[in-house]
């Protein structure tokens, strides 16, 4: 069974493209994805890592089908962009 730090890792590395070395650890990734990402888009990128059921979720955000999908490709964009990938991870010396 893997921890909630473990999963969160995972999920952003399958959501980078071109990965930039190794990611940083999982508390600093939380703070990048807190201050980068909307509430909307981390809340639902965190109940995806961790694998909890998401109409719950979707019900308290409002959000419908289209919406949540529309949000996971924002995410994902976000998420690829140099200047939040550098974010991510460790400097390379």
């Not at 959000?63 to 994902?76: F, M, Q």
Request: hydrophobic share 35%; net charge positive.
């Amino acid at each position: 069974m893997m921890t909630p730090s473990q999963q969160l890792a995972l999920a952003v590395e399958r959501s980078i493209s071109k990965p930039l070395g190794s990611l940083k650890s999982p508390e600093a990734l939380d703070a990048v994805l807190r201050r980068r990402l909307t509430k909307k888009e981390y809340k639902l990128f965190i109940a995806e890592s961790e694998g909890d059921p998401l109409e719950p979720l979707m019900e308290k955000l409002r959000l419908d089908a289209e919406r949540a999908e529309a949000l996971r490709r924002s995410t994902r964009q976000k998420l690829n962009r140099d200047s939040i990938k550098r974010e991510l991870y460790e400097a390379e010396s």
